[in-house]
């Protein structure tokens, strides 16, 4: 096993960056702003079994509920999952079923009745930006809003209105001239992007390398849950519930679908904290991190 996983470690240091052309084309949606030195970071698909998970330590979770939504409050979600890449050397395999599986937990689970999920194609830079106005518009003061995403992270020097000499993005798609090419959210847009929200109650999920760099988007009644810290993979495959990524399918999947994450306290019933806390005691080759800004533990 130990192995395995050297080789997996070994095959991530050597596939880790990709250089896509045209990265900075001029899109036919909301424009791309300007990058240089930008990088793509593959997120790894692993063949062969998972590693032996470990025992839950609470780190994120207090054990104590936050307040509560009202019985009137709504449920807002933006879940994307990309597989399908431009060109035949990006794509991945199971973040589809990541965005499927995240979907079905807050549906079910949680009784979301407002969930737009976007994948492969669908996936672009202009539908994204169009939801979330769409939900900005939408979503009112005590209302919950859950943003999600799986796919591959990027880095670069990007002109997007923070002050970071490195910044991280989402590597989506966009329709430049007819054709899908790459496309990045950076984070500093994702920042403008979801400011001017009614509600502070806003959940969000990266699956993807170098997702640490999402915590810019903690504020007082958000949580940030990244599957990666900010300058590391993240890793998909079959071994985990038939194809997931390795965070999603123990923070949405064990965690919150299969309760497994109920522990603290043990009373029917997970908090973001909790599925956070049993993904990372579980994740093996790669580090969770959490920028939560919420008081105590959020029930969605």
Known sequence: MKKLWLSVLLVALLSLTISPQAVLAK????????????QIVKKVTLHGPAAKGGKTVPTATTGILGDLLSNNAKKYAIVIGINDYPGNGSDLQYTVADADEMTNVLVDTYKFDNVIELTDAAATRT???KAIN????????GDEVVFFFSGHGAKGKADDGDKNNVDQSIVVQEVV????????IWDGELVQWFSGFQTSRIIF???SCLAGGMAVLKAPGRVVCMASTINSMSLEGAAWGGGHGQFTYYFAEEGMWNAKADVRPKDNQVTVEEAFDYAKANCKSQTPTIADGFTNDLLP
């Open 134 to 141: 769409d939900v900005k518009t939408s979503a009112k003061l």
């Open 205 to 207: 999920v990266f699956d």
């Open 177 to 184: 001239q007819g054709t899908l090419q790459f496309a990045f």
């Open 27 to 38: 899109s036919d949606g909301p424009g791309q702003v300007n990058a240089t030195d930008v």
């Open 127 to 129: 539908a994204i930006y």
